[in-house]
Each structure stands twice: as structure tokens, then as C-alpha cells.
């Protein structure tokens, strides 16, 4: 059974500029989260979609979206780069309890914007 | 919301030692405590995880507790082994204002386990 895939696994963008990362969760689970993780702040919850829909969003500006697919499949993207959004953002996946059952999180898409 | 402290920031024990990770939660609410293991260039991966409905629970080597009273919950680990070497996290899950229940983490915690 395939993991949870994230592409691109590194990015360098330049402050201003706009990017997208792209998550595809297990098979069967309809359940996609978002986190971002710094050093100093750990793990930070942005978003989580199930079934297309938006069921929870942590404290970020409006800068940072998401949205997710009929298969799944799950994007997020943050406008208007800063340079404190330099950070590892991890995708999870479950079967659809949400946070109260295991997530399955991918290996991350490292983006640095100079 | 939710606020998770976790102690220490990095550890260091000799191999065959225990380690004890250590953290409090601030919402009476929460309902589910797992703690993950993060590997250098992985995501993180569930170890164990507890429910406010047990106190403790064991899995071979690791072991987790948890006070409700308190609020706090700890990850024993036993007899550790170089391949522990790892950055920890615990988490805990509270129902939000949408019905479902969203995770915040700890900062984490470093663990390094030396020959």
C-alpha cells in the first residue's frame, strides 16, 4: 500500500511569488491535514479536508488556502511569499476520524523563499 | 485553544538507559494523546497513543501515562537503543467549534541515545 505522497519535495521561490504543494493521500482515506513545522514552533496546524470539504483551520492569515479533490487528492497554497514562510509542510492522511485516530503524514514539501 | 508544553528539549542518555518525555495540555476537553516519532528527512509516525478513558498503556519498550487531574501526560521508553535517536512529539486532540477535533503538538523533543 503506497504512502502519502507530497510533491515537490523542495522549492525555492523569492518573497512576493506564490506556490502550490500537492499532497495525494492513502488509498481509501478521505481525510487530508495540513501542517507546517518550523524550528522553533513545531508542528502548527493549518487545514484539514475531508470529502471536499474544509472541516477545521488553524490560526494562519488568508494567505495560506487549501482545497481538495473528488479522488482525495489535496493541494494547499500560500500567496504573497514572506520569508517566515520558509518551512517544512507536512500533509497526513487518515481514514476519516480526523484527529482522533493515527495520521499517516508524508515526508514534506521543504520550501525556502529568499 | 489548546496549548501542549513538552520537556525536556533534547535528551541524552546512554544505550540501555530510560528516557522519559513529559508533557501538559491545557484544554480539559481533549480526549486523545498520541506521540509521534520523527526520523531525520521523515514525516512523523505514530508510537503509541493513549485515550482519556485509560490511565496507561504499554507496548513492548514504551509505555505512556496519562493524568487527567493534572493534565499531563509522559512517554517511557526502556531499555533504549541507538535507533530511538529521534525527534518526539506529543500531541493532543480537542473537539473544535465545527464538531470535529483538530491536534496540536509539542515543540518537541530530541532524543539521543549514544552507544
Known amino acids: 500500500k503506497a504512502g502519502v505522497t507530497q510533491t515537490p519535495r523542495y522549492l525555492i521561490k523569492t518573497r512576493g511569488q506564490q506556490v502550490t504543494l500537492s499532497c495525494s493521500p492513502i488509498?481509501?482515506?478521505?481525510?487530508v491535514s495540513w501542517y507546517q513545522q518550523t524550528p522553533g514552533q513545531g508542528l502548527q496546524f493549518l487545514f484539514e479536508y475531508f470529502s471536499e470539504t474544509q472541516r477545521n483551520k488553524g490560526n494562519f492569515p488568508g494567505r495560506f488556502s487549501g482545497r481538495q479533490f473528488s479522488n482525495s487528492r489535496s493541494e494547499m497554497n500560500v500567496s504573497t511569499l514572506e520569508l517566515g514562510d520558509s518551512a517544512l509542510y507536512l500533509c497526513a492522511s487518515s481514514a476519516g476520524q480526523g484527529a482522533t485516530g493515527e495520521l499517516f503524514f508524508g515526508e514534506g514539501s521543504r520550501l525556502t523563499v529568499l | 485553544g489548546e496549548n501542549v508544553e513538552q520537556h525536556p528539549s533534547t535528551l541524552s542518555v546512554q544505550e540501555g538507559d530510560s528516557a522519559v518525555i513529559k508533557c501538559t495540555y491545557s484544554?480539559?476537553?481533549?480526549?486523545?494523546f498520541p506521540w509521534y516519532k520523527q526520523e531525520l528527512g521523515k514525516g512523523p509516525q505514530l508510537i503509541i497513543d493513549?485515550?482519556?478513558?485509560?490511565g496507561e498503556k504499554k507496548d513492548q519498550r514504551i509505555a505512556v501515562t496519562l493524568n487527567k487531574t493534572a493534565k499531563h501526560f509522559s512517554l517511557h521508553i526502556t531499555e533504549t537503543q541507538p535507533e530511538d535517536s529521534a525527534v518526539y512529539f506529543c500531541a493532543a486532540s480537542n473537539p473544535r467549534n465545527s464538531g470535529y477535533s483538530t491536534l496540536t503538538f509539542g515543540k518537541g523533543t530530541m532524543l539521543l541515545v549514544s552507544p
Open positions: 493513549i485515550r482519556s478513558n485509560v
Open positions: 484544554d480539559s476537553a481533549s480526549n486523545y
Open positions: 488509498s481509501g482515506h478521505r481525510s
